[in-house]
């Protein structure tokens, strides 16, 4: 799995104009979904995005996680986040892996991270998504489940 985490002071994802998620302070995620990914990668990704010590505590230091300050996780499913570039100017998107497959596991995720203490909004998979930041900052981190283990 792959994310790219945002501290934000706001965020928000709409279809069509229509709201469908919004947070104020806390985390937006954009989540990238491989054929490989396990169990094992959701856990960790989970662990991590609901643990990040990025937002700052009362002597300025990045110190506390979205759970400490009462934020909440604005979650994103993109599967452009596994495009390669590498050959041409046309992204490849073949490490996404199937539609079914990726849907399944991101439906997984958004139940486990959900179970947590804190409050997450989601996208739709497969959507065509306006998503909306102010990203405060700006903090973005990228996170990889396959360069934990």
Same mark, same amino acid.
Not at 20 to 37: N, Y
Not at 71 to 84: A, D, E, H, M, Q
């Given at each position: 799995?792959? !994310?790219?985490?945002?501290?934000?002071?706001?965020?928000?994802? !709409?279809?069509?104009?229509?709201?469908?998620?919004? &947070?104020?302070?806390? #985390? #937006?995620?954009?989540?990238?979904?491989?054929?490989?990914? @396990? $169990? +094992?990668?959701?856990?960790?990704?989970?662990?991590?995005?609901?643990? $990040?010590?990025?937002?700052?505590?009362e002597a300025g230091k990045m110190n506390l996680s979205v759970g400490? &300050?009462?934020?909440?996780? #604005?979650?994103?499913?993109?599967?452009? #986040?596994?495009?390669?570039? &590498?050959? /041409?100017?046309?992204?490849?998107f073949i490490a996404s892996g199937s539609v079914e497959d990726?849907?399944?596991?991101?439906?997984?995720?958004? *139940?486990? $991270?959900?179970? /947590?203490? &804190?409050?997450?909004? !989601?996208?739709?998979?497969?959507?065509?998504?306006?998503? @909306? $930041?102010?990203?405060? /900052?700006?903090?973005?981190?990228?996170? *990889?489940?396959? +360069?934990?283990?």
């Open positions: 799995m792959r !994310a790219v985490v945002q501290r934000v002071t706001s965020a928000s994802v !709409a279809i069509q104009g229509e709201a469908i998620g919004a &947070i104020e302070r806390g #985390l #937006l995620v954009l989540v990238g979904i491989k054929a490989e990914d @396990t $169990l +094992k990668d959701m856990e960790y990704m989970i662990s991590k995005i609901s643990g $990040l010590r990025i937002f700052e505590d400490d &300050i009462g934020g909440k996780i #604005l979650i994103v499913p993109n599967f452009t #986040l596994y495009g390669s570039a &590498i050959k /041409g100017m046309r992204p490849s990726a849907r399944s596991k991101f439906k997984l995720f958004m *139940e486990k $991270l959900s179970r /947590g203490q &804190i409050p997450v909004e !989601a996208g739709i998979f497969q959507a065509d998504m306006q998503v @909306t $930041l102010v990203n405060d /900052g700006p903090v973005t981190i990228l996170l *990889e489940s396959d +360069k934990s283990f």
